[in-house]
C-alpha cells in the first residue's frame, strides 16, 4: 500500500464477529453430533467494577455462540484454599472445557498457585506453565495459546501480513501479552526483537520493524516518525487519558499515536476496536477446541 493513501484500518470487531459467527455454527455441529455443547467456567474473586465489566462480556458472548457457562463468583475474603477448591472441582467436571480465573486476584492469594492449578486441558487462558513452556520448543506445540496474543497473530494473517522472514518487534514483555506473542511470532519464522524499559534508543529500533506489536501499556508512547513506511501496526495498549470533552471524563487511547502512525503504516489496528475483541474471540475459540479434542476422546 502506498504511504499517501494512508494505513489499511485493521477492524478488529468485524474480525471477531466472522469468528464469533464460525464458532456459533460450529458449537451447533457439536450440539447435533454429540448432544453436548462446549462449556466455560469463569472464576471471579471479588467485586472490581473492571473485572466486573470483563467476566459479563466473556459470559455474555459465551451466550451469543451457545456456549455453555459455568459461574463461579466468590467473595473478596475467599481464602486461597477455598479458591483452589472450586479450581478443581471444575477440573472434574466433564462439562466444563475451559476454565479462565479473572485476574487479578486479591492480594492475599497466590496467583501462580491458582493458574497452576488449572488443568492443563482447560487452560484456555493458556498461561499454564507447561503450555507456555511447550510454545518455547520447536517441534512441540500448546494445547492452547494466551488469548490476547493469539488475537494478535490472527490480525496480521487475516490481513493478509507476510510474518516469514519479516523483522518483528514487540514492545513490552509481559507474561500475558509480550513474551508469549514474541514467541508466537518467531515461532512463524518472524526475526523478533523485544523492546522493553531497559531498552536503549527503543525508537531505532522500532523503525526497522515490518510488524510492530506494541504492548507496553504506555499512552501514546510510540510516535508517527517512529514507524517504518508500510508497517503493519497492532497496538495492545488500552489506556485511559484525561478528556474533558467526554461524559466520562476520559478516553481510551493506544501505545501508539494512531492519529500519526496512520499516516505512514500499511496496516493498523485502532483503539478501542482492535485487538480487544479478539481476545474474546480467541478465548471462545480456545474453549471450542477443547471441546472438540474431549468429545472426540469420548467417542473414540
Known amino acids: 500500500m502506498a504511504e499517501s493513501e494512508g494505513a489499511q484500518r485493521i477492524d478488529g470487531k468485524a474480525i471477531a464477529e466472522s469468528i464469533h459467527q464460525s464458532i456459533s455454527q460450529e458449537v451447533a455441529t457439536l450440539k447435533e453430533r454429540y448432544g453436548k455443547v462446549p462449556g466455560l467456567a469463569v472464576v471471579i474473586v471479588g467485586e472490581r467494577k473492571d473485572s466486573q465489566t470483563y467476566v459479563r462480556m466473556k459470559r455474555k458472548a459465551c451466550l451469543d455462540v451457545g456456549i455453555k457457562s459455568f459461574e463461579a463468583d466468590l467473595p473478596a475474603t475467599a481464602t486461597e484454599e477455598e479458591i483452589l477448591d472450586q479450581v478443581l472441582e471444575l477440573n472434574a467436571n466433564d462439562e466444563v472445557h475451559g476454565i479462565l480465573v479473572q485476574l487479578p486476584l486479591p492480594k492475599h492469594v497466590n496467583e501462580r498457585k491458582v493458574l497452576t492449578a488449572i488443568s492443563i486441558e482447560k487452560d484456555v487462558d493458556g498461561f499454564h506453565p507447561l503450555n507456555i513452556g511447550n510454545l518455547t520448543m520447536k517441534g512441540r506445540d500448546p494445547l492452547f495459546c494466551p488469548c490476547t496474543p493469539k488475537g494478535c497473530i490472527e490480525l496480521l494473517k487475516r490481513s493478509g501480513v507476510t510474518i516469514s522472514g519479516k523483522r518483528a518487534v514487540v514492545v513490552g514483555r509481559s507474561n500475558i501479552v509480550g513474551m508469549p506473542v514474541?514467541?508466537?511470532?518467531?515461532?512463524?519464522?518472524?526475526?523478533?526483537?523485544?523492546?522493553?524499559?531497559?531498552?536503549?534508543?527503543?525508537?531505532?529500533?522500532?523503525?526497522?520493524?515490518?510488524?510492530?506489536?506494541?504492548?507496553?501499556?504506555?499512552?501514546?508512547?510510540i510516535k508517527g516518525d517512529w514507524i517504518k513506511p508500510g508497517a503493519a501496526v497492532i497496538d495492545v495498549g488500552t489506556n485511559a487519558v484525561d478528556d474533558s470533552t467526554k461524559k466520562s471524563g476520559y478516553r481510551l487511547v493506544g501505545d501508539v499515536d494512531y492519529k500519526e502512525a496512520k499516516k505512514v503504516a500499511g496496516y493498523i489496528t485502532p483503539v478501542p476496536g482492535g485487538v480487544g475483541p479478539m481476545t474474546i474471540a480467541m478465548l471462545l475459540q480456545n474453549t471450542l477446541d477443547s471441546a472438540k479434542r474431549g468429545f472426540a476422546k469420548e467417542a473414540a
Open 182 to 221: 514474541a514467541l508466537m511470532l518467531n515461532n512463524l519464522d518472524a526475526t523478533v526483537t523485544i523492546v522493553h524499559s531497559r531498552t536503549k534508543d527503543p525508537e531505532s529500533i522500532i523503525k526497522e520493524a515490518d510488524i510492530l506489536i506494541a504492548a507496553a501499556g504506555q499512552p501514546l508512547m
